[in-house]
């Protein structure tokens, strides 16, 4: 019951943002008594961080899943994010900052500690292996990427009404892919349709 819960309860969010989807919304999705929902977790913060918590979990990095090819390993996570994120309601992020500060804290903890030294590692490999230029700062890169999640979903900047998330997630990262590769790594990459498909 609690992972039916738990799914349930980020799909909700995810297609509607979290601050509309109430308990009782929750409990009624899944056919049960609001109880139900309190038995597993005290209040909506908790169900937030746990359902967010779920997610990450899905998308954490693993050390041994990594390819030997640095360019291939790094299109197939940011394949991986943007596959996970892509149904995601741009009002979720905006609802986890301003409602759930735990909650964001913990989104901030996976991009800080865990990606962000993913990206570190991959520059760094991907710079002995030739495939990237030689003159970049793998922590500066780093931070930038890391900065390109926040900025996609900034409704400031790209509004959905102007502007399609998947276009723009395609957009930003196959600069970034442009911009840090060589021609030896850009060989890797199939500038058309396909990549359209591997990065976003």
């Not at 309190?38 to 990095?61: G, H, P, S, T």
């Not at 041994?64 to 090819?69: D, G, V």
């Amino acid at each position: 019951m609690k992972e039916k819960i738990l799914n349930t309860a980020f799909n909700l969010y995810c297609r509607y943002g979290i601050k509309s989807i109430s308990m009782d919304t929750v409990a009624q999705e899944i056919g049960a008594s609001k109880k139900t929902i309190y038995q597993w977790f005290e209040n909506k913060d908790q169900l937030v961080e746990a359902a967010l918590n779920e997610f990450l979990e899905e998308v954490k990095i693993k050390p041994e899943e990594e390819e030997e090819n640095s360019v291939l390993d790094l299109v197939k996570t940011l394949r991986l994010h943007n596959q996970k994120v892509a149904g995601i309601n741009v009002s979720f992020f905006f609802d986890l900052q301003k409602y759930h500060t735990k909650a964001n804290q913990q989104l901030e903890a996976y991009l800080n500690n865990e990606l962000r030294p993913y990206f570190i590692n991959n520059l760094k490999r991907g710079k002995a292996q030739g495939f990237y230029w030689k003159d970049i700062n793998p922590e500066i890169v780093a931070n930038l990427c890391i900065a390109t999640f926040s900025v996609v979903v900034d409704q400031e900047v790209f509004p959905v009404p102007k502007y399609q998330q998947a276009e723009v997630r395609y957009q930003v990262f196959r600069l970034f892919l442009l911009g840090i590769l060589t021609p030896a790594g850009k060989a890797f990459l199939t500038l058309n349709s396909e990549e359209k498909i591997a990065v976003n």
